[in-house]
């Protein structure tokens, strides 16, 4: 996953960049590349059913050990990347890397959430009173952040999906 990710700079020159730069770019690339596993999982996010639901009546709680272990497992590796890497990105910056550079597609940002727009929670209900259901929950955020979803919608353009808004 990480030896196949773009590696070409779309938004810089490198001619534009000092070595010290490139350096610290080098240095923050090998720790996204060193915690490549912790970037697999938030994007590949899935369900895990650690334990029975409220109404489902199982005695056998062995069969949940695996995926309560990989839940623990993945939940860790989260933890220990994802809480550290606004403030890894923020040293980064005040030491002269371009903030833009991070929004380079080689250069991956960890998700701040793992695929919040589908978690509604059950106690939100939908105009008919019933819990939002899935679809439901995907055209709302499809509507509310097209270029979230990265994949053609009827909701954005291909410009609007691919190319940034200017954040000045």
């Known amino acids: 996953?990480?030896?196949?990710?773009?590696?070409?700079?779309?938004?810089?020159?490198?001619a534009d960049m000092d070595a010290k730069v490139w350096a610290m770019l080098d240095e923050y690339l090998e720790y996204v590349r060193d915690h490549a596993e912790a970037f697999w999982d938030v994007l590949h996010w899935f369900m895990?059913?650690?334990?029975?639901?409220?109404?489902?009546e199982d005695d056998d709680l062995d069969k949940y050990s695996v995926s309560a272990k990989l839940y623990r497992e993945r939940a860790a590796r989260h933890e220990s990347v994802g809480r550290f890497m606004e403030a890894r990105i923020r040293k980064y910056i005040s030491?002269?890397?371009?903030?833009?550079?991070?929004?380079?597609?080689?250069?991956?940002?960890?998700?701040?959430?793992?695929?919040h727009l589908y978690l509604a929670d059950e106690s939100t209900l939908n105009a008919a009173g019933k819990p939002?259901?899935?679809e439901e929950q995907i055209t709302l955020a499809e509507q509310a952040e097209p270029s979230r979803t990265q994949w053609t919608t009827k909701y954005c353009t291909d410009a609007e999906r691919i190319v940034p808004r200017n954040s000045n």
């Open 48 to 56: 895990i059913k650690c334990k029975p639901e409220r109404d489902e």
């Open 132 to 134: 939002f259901s899935l």
């Open 1 to 14: 996953m990480f030896r196949s990710r773009v590696k070409e700079l779309y938004f810089h020159r490198r």
């Open 95 to 115: 030491k002269g890397v371009a903030a833009s550079l991070f929004e380079e597609p080689g250069v991956w940002k960890y998700p701040v959430k793992i695929c």
